[in-house]
């Protein structure tokens, strides 16, 4: 299925904008020699002039990701993904979460739940994701079924650092950790509590 799974092109889009604005230049260059190695010549220049309403294949996004895996390094990996988070919650998705925001608050599980409908929105045969609430009060999962190429560690590492964006939105402080369930879905574990005044 990963074959026939794409991504919106403004999805891919903001990360190559986001890349292209925050790396020094020389980083820029490896990250586009590596996607352009990984997807063949050309791909970079493509993802970067594309038109924003297109769609591209799933393994032109993973090609981004995992290049800037490779560039960065772990920890300013981490980084440039928890700020990208912010930027997609500005942009492209903005108006999902002010809806579910005037429907349901401005609660963890609320931003969870319109997880789903943005990934829906963001993607073509790229799974679901679906919120489940847990045993106590300031916990729950968001269940991931996705593609393997979703569900490597690398992705899932810069994906959760992404969703940092909900508990800055709640005003709270918490965790996101990746766990399998069973073959094509991971647990995405969430806890918080209100963060300190």
């Known amino acids: 299925m990963a074959d026939q799974s794409q991504m919106q092109g403004v999805v891919v889009l903001t990360a190559v ?3 292209t604005e925050l790396l020094a230049p020389d980083q820029l260059r490896r990250t ?14 493509r993802l970067a002039k594309m038109r924003r309403l297109s769609w591209v294949a799933l393994e032109d996004y993973i090609a981004v990701v995992d290049a800037s895996w490779e560039v960065l390094g772990e920890a300013a990996y981490l980084e440039f993904w928890g700020k ?27 931003v969870m739940r319109a997880m789903g409908v943005m990934w829906s929105m963001g993607t073509r045969h790229g799974g679901t994701i679906t919120y489940e609430a847990g ?3 300031h916990e729950g999962r968001m269940l991931f079924e996705a593609p ?12 959760c650092r992404g969703l940092h964006f909900i508990f800055e939105l709640t ?11 069973r073959e094509g879905c991971v647990a995405l574990e969430a806890r918080w509590k209100p963060r300190a005044a």
């Open 84 to 110: 990208m988070g912010s930027r997609y919650l500005s942009g492209p998705f903005a108006a999902i979460i002010k809806g579910f925001q005037s429907a349901f608050g401005i609660t963890p599980p609320a």
């Open 171 to 181: 005003k709270t402080d918490g965790s996101l950790t990746p766990k399998p369930v």
């Open 135 to 137: 045993a106590h009060q």
């Open 32 to 45: 586009a020699e590596v996607v352009d190695r990984m997807r063949g010549a050309g791909t970079w220049d």
């Open 17 to 19: 904008e986001g890349l």
């Open 148 to 159: 393997a190429p979703l569900l490597s560690p690398v992705f899932l590492a810069g994906f």
